[in-house]
Each structure stands twice: as structure tokens, then as C-alpha cells.
């Protein structure tokens, strides 16, 4: 098959797991962080909503997170600067599984 793709938004509903098998070293992958975790979860869901999406489609590169690029109304403005501050420090390249704290809950 040929794909001509360079760049692809992986919402939510996507498994970042699945797309990142299928096309990793191919295209760049944005997103997948679910927005509701910033609403309605503990600080701890956000955080494994980070590491889900960088340890599934941040080693070797090719990734840049986000939660859908949107910021949505109820969003608590210090839970969305936790996410990113904690997304840049879980994502720092090389991806070290030591900078994880949810990794037994990351589903393989």
C-alpha cells in the first residue's frame, strides 16, 4: 500500500498504539492526550494520559503532544500548564522509562 501521509492528528478515539506500529518512522503523530482527563480526573489521570501517548509514539521521534489543540471551557488553567510542564519532562528526548510514574498502568 502507499500512503501519502506526513502528518497525522491522532485524536482520542484513535489507539495511538496501534497507529504508531502501523506508521512509525513514516509520518509525524500530534495528540491522542484525552481533553477530559483535564475536567474531570485527578492529577495522577493526567499524568498517565501523557505517558500513554509519549511512550507509545515518542521513541525514535516523530511526535509532538497535545491534547486535541483545543482548550475547552471548564478546563482548569493550572491543571493544562501541570499537563504540558509534565509532558515536557516525561518527553525530554531520549524517552527514559525512568522519568515515568504510571508505567505499570500503561496498557502493552
Known sequence: DVYRIN???AGVENNI????????GRVVFK???DWRSLIEAPIEKVELEVEKCIFYAAPGGGYIFDNGG????????DKLKYEVEYAKKV???PI????????DKIKF
Open 7 to 9: 502528518f497525522a492528528d
Open 70 to 77: 483545543e482548550t475547552y471551557v471548564g478546563v482548569p488553567p
Open 17 to 24: 498504539a496501534k497507529l504508531a506500529e502501523a506508521f512509525k
Open 31 to 33: 495528540g491522542n492526550a
Open 96 to 103: 527514559r522509562k525512568s522519568s515515568f510514574k504510571h508505567l
Open 91 to 93: 518527553g525530554r528526548y
